[in-house]
């Protein structure tokens, strides 16, 4: 199986930061990556596809970028709605479609 | 308008089988491409992708529980069927069903199973 590794795992942050989030894999998967958002009790809801591409309806603030083995995740000015736990996922190979452990940003 | 919505027991008792359905409504599962998958969430852990099923009944499972998953589709009743063998305490989970290839861009709610004698 491709491994998937974020960090951090927590991340505390304000209003306003930037913040960015990396997701490593334990080996090269192009730039099949997708990143998912999840709030409390509800299903992830897909924010980025291809490493970089935005889904519909994603707000600009979110960017992806990477490669390979490594890539992140990007919000440039955080705002409330964004405070949820974020999930990488590989689908190169299926081997199966991993999941990263999820990275979960925090109010600071 | 793309929606799923999963259902199924929402108590198993440890060995049994478990049985969930996924109904979706505004795609077809016999459009080229498309695919409906499950993916497991414990509580309070990271998301574990479980099995997909393609418009051309191509099945794909996760290695670690292959033996124990099964994933069919009725495409006249717009229904995945994901069936879970040898129930344990650990498996205890929110189960969703989504819709994708290989990514998922439409989820259902979820529905909490607890296995528990």
């Known amino acids: 199986d491709i491994q998937m590794t974020q960090s951090p795992s927590t991340l505390s942050a304000s209003v306003g930061d930037r913040v960015t989030i990396t997701c490593r894999a334990s080996?090269?998967?192009?730039?099949?990556l997708a990143w998912y958002q999840q709030k409390p009790g509800k299903a992830p809801n897909l924010l980025i596809y291809?490493?970089?591409n935005l889904d519909s309806g994603v707000p600009s603030r979110f960017s992806g970028s990477g490669s390979g083995t490594e890539f992140t995740l990007t919000i440039s000015s955080l705002q409330p709605d964004d405070f949820a736990t974020y999930y990488c996922?590989?689908?190169?190979?299926?081997?199966?479609?991993?999941f990263g452990q999820g990275t979960k940003l925090e109010i600071k | 308008q793309i929606t799923l919505k999963e259902s199924g027991p929402t108590l198993v008792k440890p060995t049994q089988t478990l049985t969930l359905t996924c109904t979706f409504s505004?795609?077809?599962?016999?459009?080229?491409?498309?695919?409906v998958g499950w993916i497991r969430q414990p509580p309070g852990k990271a998301l574990e992708w479980l099995a997909l099923?393609?418009?051309?009944?191509?099945?794909r499972y996760s290695p670690s529980l292959k033996s124990r998953l099964t994933i069919t589709k009725d495409t006249s009743k717009n229904q995945v069927v994901l069936t879970m063998t040898n129930m344990d305490p650990v498996d205890t989970a929110t189960y969703y069903c989504?819709?994708?290839?290989?990514?998922?861009?439409?989820w259902g709610q979820g529905t909490l199973v607890t296995v528990s004698s």
């Open positions: 099923i393609y418009w051309d009944d191509d099945k």
């Open positions: 291809r490493a970089s």
């Open positions: 080996q090269s998967i192009s730039n099949w």
């Open positions: 996922q590989q689908y190169d190979s299926y081997s199966p479609y991993t």
């Open positions: 989504a819709h994708g290839g290989a990514i998922f861009d439409y």
């Open positions: 505004g795609f077809s599962l016999t459009t080229s491409g498309v695919g």
